[in-house]
């Protein structure tokens, strides 16, 4: 192998400045690259596994009517804590009808009634304010009654739809918004690098506004999976693409062609498990639990469930989380647009006959 030289005599090259060439030589980004996806591949399994792999509920809300204070009813709710191994939030209501408001308000995740008897009651789950909990709680609930002798009705009063049985398919569509979000930003990146500050936001909103009614048109008309309140779904859905394009542009502006690390960690590795799609949040460890509500992602589910399974409740919290990320990101890259790789002269000509 022949010696690094350098200078008129041929003298070897130093490892200082061995170690200078090979900065300045495409191998150093491309080992930087090579370090930066092994651990992003790390990162990716760990955060997906950790959230989904074995979800354990932590906090679990129920509303309670009739003889709950009887020592039967408390016995009940231990004997079902100690089942699940959690703890069972209790919001006792007067009657039935309240209740079921409060589940409409997704307040809570079920409704248990004690029967005067104390030997029969009903347990009203809802599978649409999580699949995996309402599971969870049909397998269990009957369990524990056997044991104390109590007879347990369970019924779901607000069923998934029968194209969407497992509760997956917003958490799939809010994904695509997200990826095929930043994807596009990306894109615009690369291939309308010279697009000026106005026009990229312009761009961005409009890949949104008609990606966001693909991925609502191929979900609900042509496959027929779920039966979208269309136009507040393709709102939605547009909103987070925007966003996702957005939070990309943002950090494009502050880091250049790392960008890329920085949204895939917020949207992807902390974003879409922490975003109660495929896991519902009481399943979820505590810290993803409540960090996901005040992330892109977990704002786009959390609207996007409510407008489909619970129509007439929808709820300010998300689409106020979804715009701040937006002002956040538009701001951002607005002040600091002059740092932006991207952008072009007004006038060209005129600058060229300068």
């Keep these: 192998m022949a010696h690094l030289s350098h200078g008129a005599h041929g003298e070897p090259a130093t490892r200082g400045e061995r170690w200078s060439a090979f900065r300045q030589s495409p191998f150093w980004p491309a080992t930087v690259l090579v370090l930066i996806l092994a651990a992003a591949a790390g990162l990716f399994a760990g955060s997906y596994t950790y959230s989904m792999a074995n979800p354990t509920p932590r906090l679990i809300p129920t509303a309670v009517v009739g003889s709950y204070e009887a020592a039967g009813g408390r016995a009940y709710l ?3 804590e100690q089942a699940l191994d959690t ?4 919001h006792p209501y007067d009657t039935r009808a309240a209740a079921r408001e409060a589940i409409e308000q997704q307040e809570v995740f079920a409704v248990f009634e004690l029967r005067d008897d104390g030997r029969s009651a009903h347990l009203d789950l809802s599978g649409a304010s999580g699949a995996s909990v309402a599971e969870l709680l049909a397998e269990t609930a009957p369990a524990v009654g056997k044991k ?3 007879h347990v009705t369970v019924r779901d009063v607000n069923p998934l739809q029968q194209g969407d049985p497992r509760g997956l398919a917003i958490f799939y569509i809010s994904l695509a918004a997200v990826i095929i979000g930043f994807v596009g930003a990306i894109q615009l990146s690369v291939h309308a690098r010279t697009l000026t500050p106005v026009e990229r936001i312009l761009f961005t909103a409009a890949y949104s506004l008609l990606g966001g009614f693909a991925i609502a048109a191929t979900v609900d008309w042509l496959l027929g999976a ?5 136009a507040e ?3 939605i859905l547009a909103l987070t693409m925007f966003v996702s394009g957005m939070v990309f542009t943002m950090f494009n502006t502050m880091f250049g062609r790392w960008a890329m690390l920085p949204t895939w960690g917020l949207m992807v590795i902390i974003g879409n498990p922490s975003s109660g799609g ?3 949040w009481p399943l979820l460890p505590s810290p993803l639990g409540l960090i996901g509500r005040w992330l892109p992602p977990g704002a786009s589910v959390n ?3 409510t407008a ?3 129509q007439g409740y929808q709820h300010a919290f998300p689409f106020l989380v979804l715009a701040g990320w937006a002002l956040l990101s538009c701001t951002v890259f607005w002040f600091w647009r002059h740092r932006h790789p991207g952008g072009r002269e007004k006038n060209p000509l005129a600058a060229d006959d300068a």
Excluded: I, R
Excluded at 87 to 90: G, H, L
Excluded at 226 to 230: A, E, I, R, S, V
């Design 303 to 305: 609207a996007q469930h």
């Design 78 to 80: 231990k004997g079902l």
């Design 278 to 280: 495929a896991v519902s």
């Design 308 to 310: 489909v399974y619970f």
């Design 233 to 235: 779904s393709w709102l």
């Design 148 to 150: 104390l002798g109590v």
């Design 87 to 90: 703890s069972v939030k209790v």
């Design 226 to 230: 779920l039966d979208l309140p269309f």
